[in-house]
């Protein structure tokens, strides 16, 4: 028996919020943050957060623009996804960033 967050076809907000929420975990370790160290395999949570967040964004319902608390609810985790692309982002592109991080 399959279930229905396993299926892609099927619109399903849980499991956008489930793989940003696991590439922003996967990204703060593979950072080492407070070290802060270079490294390119931050590219694979930045790419599945990306598709977290698209597969978020297919549970809009834009035919009836009806306000309703699932609409509230999926505009709320799609401001959750734009916080977590914005922070791995930030894991991604901090360590490149000399500049902010002399000391003078």
Known sequence: MKTRIFNPRTHSPLRGSVLVLLSL???YFL???PDARPTLLLLIPTIV?????ADTYR????R???W???HAGVLLMLYMDLLAIF???FLLLYP?????????
Do not use: E
């Open 87 to 89: 922070l791995i982002l």
């Open 68 to 70: 309703d608390l699932y």
């Open 25 to 27: 975990t996967g990204a």
């Open 49 to 53: 957060v990306f598709i977290g967040s």
């Open 59 to 62: 549970c809009v319902r834009s």
């Open 31 to 33: 950072s080492d943050f």
């Open 64 to 66: 009836s623009p009806q």
């Open 96 to 104: 490149y960033m000399l500049w902010l991080t002399s000391s003078r």
